[in-house]
């Protein structure tokens, strides 16, 4: 296939360290086919689906099936999350052994979605993936802390009446978490950090040599919570959306390497658990299919990041933290390459029915966004071509 890309950029192909499929249990919202096409036009070329699926992704049954249909489907590589304790109960260790033996071969476990709050729980987890060399991803929520929140807590939420989520949930376990790690000897990555803590927390933690490494999403670096004056239930979101301090933390984070990615925490839901009230809507946005462009308004366009620094954020530093080592190397001639080829120039309006995925819950219905993929390749075969499915 020969696609002209004069004036634009090729770059690897992205990876997504936190996709919310919803296969099994979900599918009226997503599926591994359409997640896959949705990652295919957004640039990605490989993504990890997140382990929350109805039944939880606590066995090799389940992991192996999310790596198969992605095969089938052939659009990314999907590979599967596994739950880091059995059921949503967290009390229980899964065996993660088994997944990461099997055929979806799981490197990457974790409670996202779920919470496991028991610090032993976490200690043993983390020996656990240590001695099988898989990462865990830590969702960093202390849900006794968040029971009933449903947004950021802070001036805006108490005007609003909403129940506040405060930010000592999610600082108090990146920090248990940082320190359950350097004793354990383990790695531990931090699922969408959201607050200027968080950020001071990665970087002490990171000063003192503790193999932690940690993402952000796109909506947390350009979303606050002075979204929510509408109530619109779009912008209920796990992690809630923070100030604009945190913003801007969480901005020079990624541009110093702090924060080592942006992952998506792409979570479709249906409309009846989105267009309600505030409080009663399920948390989740979109995000596969507006990454990049979020990326270049909120991190290139205000220049703390060049294109080499957006390959790096979401491509390089993802294959590395979960241990995907041939994305990013040199190639050998005529060795077929994961890339994306992005049009810099162009602009676009965000129309949520013309998305790939089933569900509609984009935060930037009618934003008009800067730069888009034109090309995704997959193992040198296209995926995606100005907005379309190549079908394979
Ligand atoms: O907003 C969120 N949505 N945060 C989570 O942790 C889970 C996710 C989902 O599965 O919808
Ligand atoms: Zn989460
Ligand atoms: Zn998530």
């Given amino acids: 296939e020969i696609v002209d890309g004069a004036g634009q950029f090729l770059l690897p192909g992205f990876i997504d360290m936190h996709t919310h499929l919803r296969e099994p249990g979900r599918e009226d919202t997503e599926t591994i086919e359409s997640g896959s096409a949705a990652a295919a036009l957004g640039g990605y070329t490989a993504v990890f689906a997140m382990a929350n699926t109805s039944p939880v992704a606590d066995n090799a049954v389940i992991t192996d099936h999310v790596w198969k249909r992605g095969q089938e489907v052939g659009l990314v ?48 987890a983390l020996e656990y993936a240590n001695s099988l060399g898989v990462l865990i991803a830590q969702h960093a929520e202390e849900p006794r802390l968040t029971k009933g929140a449903v947004a950021h807590e802070g001036p805006t939420a108490a005007r609003l009446g909403l129940a506040g989520w405060p930010r000592a949930a999610e600082e108090s376990i990146v920090a248990r978490d940082a320190l359950l790690a350097r004793d354990a000897g383990a790695r531990v990555h931090i699922c969408h950090a959201s607050t200027a803590g968080t950020v001071e927390l990665l970087k002490w933690a990171k000063a003192q ?47 110093e390497g702090v924060i080592d990615c942006v992952a998506t925490d792409h979570a479709p839901h249906a409309d ?28 290139v366009e205000p220049g703390l990041l060049d294109w080499r620094g957006v390959a790096k954020v979401m491509s390089e530093n993802p294959a ?20 994306v080829l992005i049009d810099p120039a162009a602009e676009w309006t965000v129309e ?34 100005d907005g379309k499915i190549v079908a394979g």
């Fill in 272 to 299: 009846q658990d989105k267009c309600c009230e505030f409080a009663a809507a399920r948390p989740g946005m979109l995000g596969l299919e507006t990454a990049l462009s979020i990326i270049v308004k909120t991190m």
């Fill in 352 to 385: 949520a029915k013309e998305l790939a995925s089933i569900a509609r819950n984009t935060p930037y219905q009618a934003m008009t966004l800067p730069a888009k993929v034109t090309a995704t390749f997959l193992r040198g075969k296209l995926t995606a071509r």
């Fill in 209 to 255: 040599g503790i193999s932690i490494t940690a993402e952000v999403t796109p909506h947390h670096l350009l979303l606050d919570d002075s979204r929510l004056e509408t109530y619109d239930a779009v912008n209920r979101v796990n992690p809630p959306l923070r100030e604009a301090s945190d913003v801007a933390a969480l901005r020079q984070a990624l541009a």
């Fill in 320 to 339: 590395q933290i979960v241990g995907l080592d041939d994305q990013g190397r040199p190639l050998a001639v005529g060795e077929p390459a994961n890339v």
């Fill in 77 to 124: 590589d999907v590979y599967p999350v596994g739950a880091v304790t059995v059921g949503l109960e967290g009390k229980q260790l899964a065996e993660m052994g088994t997944m990461a033996a099997g055929l979806g071969a799981v490197r990457m476990f974790s409670d996202d979605g779920m919470c496991v709050y028991d610090p032993l729980i976490m200690r043993r």
